[in-house]
């Protein structure tokens, strides 16, 4: 009983943390933010940011060491970020 | 949760960690330290010929097996190297500092070295003697202990340091160190086992008060290379601040000139240009 309880509960966790945003599937990556320049945005290991043209993109980026994220602010360009 | 508390967790973690593979282990931790006479621990050139000042030359190995043994961290020395046997309180005087030897020269020898004295860990201060800006080899003593990695089924954790500079400040050993940087971030990304030390600039070494001669540390200088290799041993394992940049994009998208370490807060930032493929983290 406790355990099914426990599936239970841990499928609507796991359910829970893909929602929202504008997602998308596609890559093995399931959620997308379009950056907006001046802007910081948190990205997670395993997040990849692409251009969203053709135009020279650069980004700025602050991590602090032993951290899984790093801090990531679009200088110039275009760019997106996908989520796994 | 602050920075601190943050940071002071991460070291807590790591510590633990590492009493626990020694515990669990049921054998101390190999630690194999690897390099020239910095890492042999001379104090002066010719001291290598002299075995009874051999026996008390230490380096920074003495101190830090007195901060590990301090941290109740159980640690085995190794290589066929031996010096520092008469100091007291005893260290273990195993190394592979090799008085002299360049990056090649080490990488020459490495697959056997590591053959004879399997390390879990290696702490690796080398490029002194190169008087070059290149680290091809360093890229060699890496594909040797890939090699020997791949032929033995041994997994090796490899500290590599950025190394300190002459007494009087000589430009090589920072173009050295640059290209080090991307060396060591690059291979991180292409799956080795690295993290990048500063010793350079973590260690700081104050050319009145922390060295014997031109090239070697005196004991001052030893015990803060000490500092700085313990730290890292008992942190979080991480790529390395400065090796960051190029872990997550290749060298030439990377502008270096916007490249900032704060020790402050612990934290790198730069500018990056995305390439077509993306950046991953």
């Given at each position: 009983?406790?355990?099914?309880?426990?599936?239970?509960?841990?499928?609507?966790?796991?359910?829970g943390?893909?929602?929202?945003?504008?997602?998308?599937?596609?890559?093995?990556?399931?959620?997308?933010?379009?950056?907006?320049?001046?802007e910081?945005?948190?990205?997670?290991?395993?997040?990849?940011?692409?251009k969203?043209?053709s135009?020279?993109?650069?980004?700025?980026?602050?991590?602090?060491?032993?951290?899984?994220?790093?801090?990531?602010?679009?200088?110039?360009?275009?760019?997106?970020?996908?989520?796994? | 949760?602050?920075?601190?508390?943050?940071?002071?967790?991460?070291?807590?973690?790591?510590?633990?960690?590492?009493?626990?593979?020694?515990?669990?282990?049921?054998a101390?931790?190999?630690?194999?330290?690897?390099?020239?006479?910095?890492?042999f621990?001379?104090?002066l050139s010719?001291?290598?010929?002299?075995?009874?000042?051999?026996?008390?030359?230490?380096?920074?190995r003495?101190?830090?097996?007195?901060?590990?043994?301090?941290?109740?961290?159980?640690?085995?020395?190794?290589?066929?190297?031996?010096a520092?046997?008469?100091i007291?309180?005893?260290?273990?005087?195993?190394?592979?500092?090799?008085?002299?030897w360049?990056?090649?020269?080490?990488?020459?020898?490495?697959?056997?070295?590591?053959?004879?004295?399997?390390?879990?860990?290696i702490l690796?201060?080398?490029?002194?003697?190169?008087?070059?800006?290149s680290v091809?080899?360093?890229?060699?003593?890496?594909?040797?202990?890939?090699?020997?990695?791949?032929e033995?089924?041994?997994?090796?954790?490899?500290?590599?340091?950025?190394?300190?500079?002459?007494?009087?400040?000589?430009?090589?050993?920072?173009?050295?160190?640059?290209?080090?940087?991307?060396?060591?971030?690059?291979?991180?990304?292409l799956?080795?086992?690295?993290?990048?030390?500063?010793?350079?600039?973590?260690?700081?070494?104050?050319?009145?008060?922390?060295?014997?001669?031109?090239?070697?540390?005196?004991?001052?200088?030893?015990?803060k290379?000490?500092?700085?290799?313990?730290?890292?041993?008992?942190?979080?394992?991480?790529p390395?601040?400065?090796?960051?940049?190029?872990?997550?994009?290749?060298?030439?998208?990377?502008?270096?000139?916007?490249?900032?370490?704060?020790y402050?807060?612990?934290?790198?930032?730069?500018?990056?240009?995305?390439?077509?493929e993306?950046?991953?983290?």
């Amino acid at each position: 009983m406790k355990q099914t309880l426990c599936m239970i509960l841990g499928t609507l966790l796991l359910a829970g943390c893909g929602g929202g945003g504008s997602s998308q599937n596609s890559g093995g990556y399931t959620q997308t933010t379009s950056m907006k320049e001046g802007e910081t945005y948190t990205v997670h290991k395993g997040d990849q940011i692409v251009k969203s043209s053709s135009e020279k993109t650069v980004i700025h980026v602050t991590h602090i060491d032993g951290h899984e994220e790093s801090a990531v602010t679009l200088v110039s360009g275009s760019a997106t970020i996908k989520h796994p | 949760m602050n920075l601190f508390s943050t940071l002071y967790r991460f070291r807590l973690m790591a510590i633990v960690t590492l009493v626990l593979f020694s515990v669990l282990h049921a054998a101390p931790i190999a630690i194999m330290p690897l390099g020239d006479s910095i890492t042999f621990g001379a104090t002066l050139s010719a001291l290598e010929d002299d075995p009874e000042l051999e026996g008390r030359t230490g380096g920074y190995r003495k101190h830090l097996w007195y901060m590990l043994q301090n941290a109740k961290i159980e640690a085995d020395f190794v290589g066929t190297e031996s010096a520092g046997y008469n100091i007291e309180p005893p260290i273990d005087p195993d190394n592979e500092g090799h008085p002299g030897w360049t990056a090649a020269d080490i990488a020459g020898w490495t697959y056997s070295i590591l053959s004879t004295n399997p390390p879990d860990v290696i702490l690796l201060h080398i490029g002194t003697n190169d008087n070059s800006t290149s680290v091809s080899g360093v890229n060699a003593i890496l594909d040797q202990i890939d090699r020997y990695e791949t032929e033995s089924g041994k997994k090796i954790k490899i500290y590599i340091a950025l190394i300190i500079d002459r007494r009087t400040h000589d430009p090589i050993y920072h173009d050295f160190n640059k290209n080090l940087m991307q060396l060591v971030g690059t291979r991180i990304r292409l799956g080795d086992n690295l993290t990048l030390v500063d010793m350079h600039g973590r260690a700081a070494l104050q050319p009145a008060t922390d060295y014997a001669d031109e090239i070697h540390p005196n004991d001052a200088g030893y015990y803060k290379m000490a500092q700085v290799w313990f730290s890292a041993l008992t942190g979080p394992e991480t790529p390395g601040l400065y090796a960051y940049p190029y872990v997550i994009a290749d060298a030439v998208y990377v502008d270096e000139n916007s490249l900032l370490v704060d020790y402050g807060t612990n934290s790198v930032q730069f500018d990056v240009e995305v390439p077509d493929e993306g950046i991953t983290f």
